[in-house]
Structures are given as C-alpha cells and as structure tokens.
C-alpha cells in the first residue's frame, strides 16, 4: 500500500494522493492548516530529522508524510458528533505498543526479521516510540551523550549500580550499555549482545577466556557467580569481599592448610592474619592457570 503511493508523491510538503483507505488527501498540507502553525513549532523539527529526507524515497517525507506514521487521518480532519476522532496511530497513551510498533516496523521491517519479537522490551509492551524520538531534529537515542540517560529514567536501579565505587565506565560514556546490550533484543538473556554472558566479557577481556590447564569451573560457567556487571561496592565488581565471595561455594573447614599451626583457614583454624586480605593472596589465579604446577590457582 505505502509503496504503491511512492509514484504519486513529491516533495515534503507537495505531495497529493486520493482519499483512499481513509488516508487524507494533500500529504502534510492535511495537517499543518491545524498544527506546525509556524516554522519554529517543535513538531516541525521532524522534517530536519532523518524522517524529513524527501531525496530519500524510503523516507516518511516521501511517502505518505504525516500518514506514514500516523495512519489514515481522514476521519480524523473533522469534528463528528462533537468529538474529533485522532489519527489511526495517535502514539498516546491510549494507544496500544503493538499498534504503535506496528506503524514504524512498516518500514523498519528488519527488526521483525532480527530478534524484537520476543524481545524484553517487546514483551514489556516497551515501544519503539518510549526509546525514539520522532518529532525532535535529533533523537537523544542516537545521540551518544544522552542515551544512557534514556534507558536509565526507566532502569532506575542500574543507575544506582553505575555510581557504585567500583564500575564499568559508564558514568562519562566512556562505555555504553550497548557494549554489552542489544537493545531491540537478541539470542541470550538479559538481551546481551553476545550469545551468552561469558561471551559478551570476553569480547573485550579475552585474556579468560581459556581454556587453562586448570580452570576454576564457575569461571567458565558465568562470571556473574563473581562479578556485578554494572557496578559494586566492592573492588573489582566483585559481589562480594574474599573469603566471603569464596565461601559462597568453599567451606573452610578441610582446607589444606600452609599455616604454620597446621589449622585450617579463617574462621575454624589458624589466626585471621593469615589471610591478610583474602584467599586470593595465596590462589593468585582464581580465573585459572597455566602453569604446570599451577593446580589450586596458586600460581
Ligand atoms: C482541522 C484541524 C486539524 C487538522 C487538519 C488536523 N488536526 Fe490533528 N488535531 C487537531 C486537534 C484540535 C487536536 C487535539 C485533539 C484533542 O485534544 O482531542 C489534534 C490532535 C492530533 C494528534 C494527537 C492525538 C491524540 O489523541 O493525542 C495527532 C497525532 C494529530 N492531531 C495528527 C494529525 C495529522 C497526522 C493530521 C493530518 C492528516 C492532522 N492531525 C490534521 C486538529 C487538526
Ligand atoms: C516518523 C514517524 C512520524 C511522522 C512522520 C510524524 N509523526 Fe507525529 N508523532 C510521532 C510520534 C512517535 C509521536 C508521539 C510523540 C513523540 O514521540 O514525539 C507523534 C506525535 C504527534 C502529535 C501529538 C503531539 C503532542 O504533543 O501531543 C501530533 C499533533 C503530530 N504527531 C502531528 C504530526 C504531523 C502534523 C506530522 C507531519 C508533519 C507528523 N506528526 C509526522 C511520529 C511521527
Ligand atoms: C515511511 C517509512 C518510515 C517509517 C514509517 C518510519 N521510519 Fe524510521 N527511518 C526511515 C528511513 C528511510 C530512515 C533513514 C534510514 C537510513 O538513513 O538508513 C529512518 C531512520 C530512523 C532512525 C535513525 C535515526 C537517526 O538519527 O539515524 C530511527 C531511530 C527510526 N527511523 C525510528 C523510527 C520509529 C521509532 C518509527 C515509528 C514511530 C519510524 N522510524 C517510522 C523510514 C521510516
Ligand atoms: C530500549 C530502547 C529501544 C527500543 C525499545 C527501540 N530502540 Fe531502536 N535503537 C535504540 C538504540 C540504543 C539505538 C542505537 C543503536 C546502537 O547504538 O547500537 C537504536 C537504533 C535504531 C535505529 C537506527 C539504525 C540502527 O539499527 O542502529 C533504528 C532504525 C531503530 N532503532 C528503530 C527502532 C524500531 C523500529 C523500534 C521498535 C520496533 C525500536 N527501534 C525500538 C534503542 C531502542
Ligand atoms: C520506557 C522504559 C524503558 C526504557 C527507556 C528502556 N527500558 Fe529496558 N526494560 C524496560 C522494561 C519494562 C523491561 C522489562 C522488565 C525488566 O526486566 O525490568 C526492560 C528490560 C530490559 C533488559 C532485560 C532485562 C532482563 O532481565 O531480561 C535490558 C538489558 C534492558 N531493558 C536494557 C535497556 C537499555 C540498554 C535501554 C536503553 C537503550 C533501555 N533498556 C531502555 C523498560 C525500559
Ligand atoms: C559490561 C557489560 C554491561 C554493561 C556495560 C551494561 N550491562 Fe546491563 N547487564 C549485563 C549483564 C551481564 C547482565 C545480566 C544478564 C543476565 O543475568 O542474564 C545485565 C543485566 C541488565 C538488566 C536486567 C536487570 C539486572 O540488573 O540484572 C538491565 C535492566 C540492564 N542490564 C540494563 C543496563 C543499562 C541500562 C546499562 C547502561 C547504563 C547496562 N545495563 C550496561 C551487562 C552489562
Ligand atoms: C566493551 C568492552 C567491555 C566489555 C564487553 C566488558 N568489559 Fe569489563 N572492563 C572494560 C573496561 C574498559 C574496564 C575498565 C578498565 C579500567 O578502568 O582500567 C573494565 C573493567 C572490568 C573489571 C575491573 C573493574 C575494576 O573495578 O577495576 C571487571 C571485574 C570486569 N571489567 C568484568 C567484566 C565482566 C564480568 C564482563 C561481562 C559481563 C565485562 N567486564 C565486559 C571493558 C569491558
Ligand atoms: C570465582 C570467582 C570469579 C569468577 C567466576 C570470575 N572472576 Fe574475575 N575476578 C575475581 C577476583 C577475586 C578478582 C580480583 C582480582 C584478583 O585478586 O585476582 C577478579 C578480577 C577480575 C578483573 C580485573 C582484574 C584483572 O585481572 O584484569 C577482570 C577484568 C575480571 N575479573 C574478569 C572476569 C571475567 C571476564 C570472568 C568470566 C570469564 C570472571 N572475571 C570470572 C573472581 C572471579
Ligand atoms: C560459584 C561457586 C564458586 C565460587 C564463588 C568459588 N569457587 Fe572455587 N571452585 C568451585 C568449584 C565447583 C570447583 C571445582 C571443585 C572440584 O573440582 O571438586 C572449585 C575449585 C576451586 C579450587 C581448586 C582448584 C583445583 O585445581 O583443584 C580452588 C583453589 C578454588 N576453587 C578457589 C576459589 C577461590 C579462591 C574462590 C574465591 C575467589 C573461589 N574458589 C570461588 C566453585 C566456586
Ligand atoms: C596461606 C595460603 C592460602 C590461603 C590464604 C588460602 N589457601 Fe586454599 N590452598 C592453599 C594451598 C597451598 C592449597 C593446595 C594447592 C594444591 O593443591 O597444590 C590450597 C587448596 C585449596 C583448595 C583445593 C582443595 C582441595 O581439596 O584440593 C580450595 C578449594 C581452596 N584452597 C580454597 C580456599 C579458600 C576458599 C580460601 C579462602 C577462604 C583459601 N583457599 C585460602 C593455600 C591457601
């Protein structure tokens, strides 16, 4: 239907079609006797955007402008027992997230094709619109100074998570949620980027990657049994202090212990200095090791 219409359009703003299928006739002209009074209205900047590119023939601009998006209008250009009907897609509150994303998967029709159906943010009734901006010249979601801040006035916790001491640097952009995640969804949970959590870390931090002579199972099983990926109170995103962290699977109690009093380690036996800080004074490898001799990550 929108393609068929291509033929009979020029220009933003010069383009007539028939009052077919309940679309107005006259492209924005329809429209903008009633709103875009002047060139300084906000809804106006829409036609600086990527949208108002009449050159380019996929574009709104060039098909059926306001109607691209807003759906057949018709209706909507006259007062009907006392009441103006709104546009097919109003994008209000009223306005369910599937029809919604109905009207710019239209053309953004890669993304049914890729993995938005299913997605977090698709089942959440997120919509396209709650992330994009259409009627501003830029959209703060393309933008790399504000798109964190975007995701952020939703995921209010993660913002926490961020200004913890310990973080990845995302608080400057320096780093961005989308390092880690694809936002329009993707194969793995949490909607990482990669297929699956390990993969996404070893994207930048290959070096544990593996495989080690001697691995330490949980390494490979997710980094997430040790590290908050956001941000964490303690060193190294870590969830936790040594021993505590280790103890979460280690029982202290039958540990082979070096200590001179030939104890266990802290609490059942031998003195608290000698862990000075934590296990990894001794299990200097925790992620694995490949040295020969390199059995209990001790080296
Ligand atoms: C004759 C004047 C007039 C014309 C022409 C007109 N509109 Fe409207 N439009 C209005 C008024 C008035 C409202 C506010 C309605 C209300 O608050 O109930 C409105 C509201 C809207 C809304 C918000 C609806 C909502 O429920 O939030 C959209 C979107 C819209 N118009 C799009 C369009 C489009 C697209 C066209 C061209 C096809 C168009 N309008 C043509 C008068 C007009
Ligand atoms: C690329 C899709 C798209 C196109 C093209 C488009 N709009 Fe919109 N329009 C939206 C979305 C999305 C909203 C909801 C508010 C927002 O995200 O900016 C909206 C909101 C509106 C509103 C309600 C604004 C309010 O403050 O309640 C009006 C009126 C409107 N559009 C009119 C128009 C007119 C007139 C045109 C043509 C010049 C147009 N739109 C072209 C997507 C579009
Ligand atoms: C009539 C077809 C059409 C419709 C409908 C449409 N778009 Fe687009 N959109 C385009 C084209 C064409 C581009 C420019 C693509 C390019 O340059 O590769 C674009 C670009 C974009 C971009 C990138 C903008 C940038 O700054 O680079 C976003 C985001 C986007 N659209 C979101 C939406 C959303 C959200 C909707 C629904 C409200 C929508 N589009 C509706 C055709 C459309
Ligand atoms: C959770 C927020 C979010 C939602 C929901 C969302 N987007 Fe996006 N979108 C983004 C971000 C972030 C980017 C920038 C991509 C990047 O930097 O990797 C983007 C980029 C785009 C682009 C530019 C081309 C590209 O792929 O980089 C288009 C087009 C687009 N989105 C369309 C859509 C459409 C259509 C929908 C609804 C089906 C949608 N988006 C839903 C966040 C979102
Ligand atoms: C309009 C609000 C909103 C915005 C904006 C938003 N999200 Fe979401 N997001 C949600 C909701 C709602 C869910 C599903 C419920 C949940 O898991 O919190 C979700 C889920 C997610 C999930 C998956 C959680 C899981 O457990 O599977 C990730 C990851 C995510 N969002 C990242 C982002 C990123 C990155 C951005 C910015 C590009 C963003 N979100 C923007 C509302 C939003
Ligand atoms: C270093 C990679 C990385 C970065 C950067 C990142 N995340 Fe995550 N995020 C993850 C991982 C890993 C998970 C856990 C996924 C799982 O357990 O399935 C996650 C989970 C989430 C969740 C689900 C709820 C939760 O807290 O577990 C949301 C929402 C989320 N991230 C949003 C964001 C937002 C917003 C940003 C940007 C401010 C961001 N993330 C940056 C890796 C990252
Ligand atoms: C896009 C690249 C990238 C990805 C993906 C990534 N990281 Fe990082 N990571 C970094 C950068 C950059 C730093 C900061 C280095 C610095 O500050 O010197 C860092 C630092 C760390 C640190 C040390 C933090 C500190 O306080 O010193 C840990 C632990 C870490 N990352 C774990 C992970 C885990 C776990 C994942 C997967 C969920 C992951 N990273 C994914 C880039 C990445
Ligand atoms: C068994 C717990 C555990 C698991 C699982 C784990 N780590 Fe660590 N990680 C640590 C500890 C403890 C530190 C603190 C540094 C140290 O003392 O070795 C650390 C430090 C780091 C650092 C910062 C210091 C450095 O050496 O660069 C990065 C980056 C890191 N881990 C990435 C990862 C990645 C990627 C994974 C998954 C492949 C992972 N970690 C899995 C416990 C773990
Ligand atoms: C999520 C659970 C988990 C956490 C947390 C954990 N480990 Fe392990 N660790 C394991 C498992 C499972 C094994 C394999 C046990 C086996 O092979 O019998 C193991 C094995 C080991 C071994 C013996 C390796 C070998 O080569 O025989 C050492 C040493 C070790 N862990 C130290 C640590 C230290 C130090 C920490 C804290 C930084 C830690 N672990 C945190 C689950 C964990
Ligand atoms: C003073 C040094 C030291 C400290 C501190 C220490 N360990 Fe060990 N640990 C060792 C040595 C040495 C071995 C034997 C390594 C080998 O098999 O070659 C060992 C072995 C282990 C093993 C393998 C046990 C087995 O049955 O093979 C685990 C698990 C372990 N340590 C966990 C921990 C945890 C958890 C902590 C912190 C609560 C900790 N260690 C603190 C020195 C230490």
């Not at 098909?63 to 250009?77: D, E, R, V, W, Y």
């Not at 100074?145 to 993660?158: A, G, N, S």
């Not at 540990?255 to 802290?266: C, I, K, R």
Request: with cysteine; aromatic share 4%; hydrophobic share 25%.
């Amino acid at each position: 239907m929108l393609s068929l219409l291509i033929f009979l359009t020029g220009a933003w703003g010069a383009s007539d079609f028939p009052a077919e299928a309940g679309y107005a006739s006259g492209g924005e002209r329809a429209c903008v006797m009633c709103h875009i009074p002047e060139d300084d209205h906000p809804l106006a900047d829409i036609r600086h955007s990527p949208h108002g590119l009449s050159g380019d023939d996929r574009s709104p601009a060039a098909q059926l402008q306001c109607q691209s998006c807003h759906g057949p209008s018709l209706a909507h250009l006259s007062v009907q027992d006392g009441r103006r009907p709104p546009p097919a897609v109003a994008f209000s509150a009223e306005t369910p997230a599937r029809q919604a994303n109905r009207a710019c998967l239209d053309c953004h029709d890669d993304y049914s094709q890729r993995h938005w159906h299913g997605s977090a943010h698709e089942f959440a009734d997120v919509s396209c619109v709650d992330c994009h901006q259409s009627h501003s010249k830029t959209d703060p979601m393309m933008q790399r100074e504000t798109r964190e801040r975007v995701c952020l006035d939703c995921h209010t916790q993660v913002r926490g998570e961020i200004h913890r001491p310990s973080s990845h640097p995302m608080r400057h952009q320096e780093m961005s949620c989308m390092d880690c995640h694809a936002p329009h969804g993707s194969i793995s949970d949490g909607e990482l980027r990669e297929g699956s959590l390990n993969e996404t870390c070893y994207s930048c931090h290959a070096e544990f990657r593996g495989p080690f002579l001697w691995e330490h199972p949980p390494v490979r099983e997710s980094c997430g049994s040790c590290h908050e990926p956001h941000g964490s109170v303690h060193d190294n995103l870590l969830k936790a202090r040594g021993p505590q962290l280790c103890q979460q699977c280690h029982s202290a109690a039958f540990h082979p212990s070096t200590a001179p009093d030939g104890g266990g380690v802290p609490p059942q036996g031998a003195s608290s200095s000698m862990l000075q800080r934590n296990c990894m004074n001794c299990h200097t490898d925790v992620h694995g090791s490949n040295h020969p001799s390199g059995a209990g990550q001790t080296r």
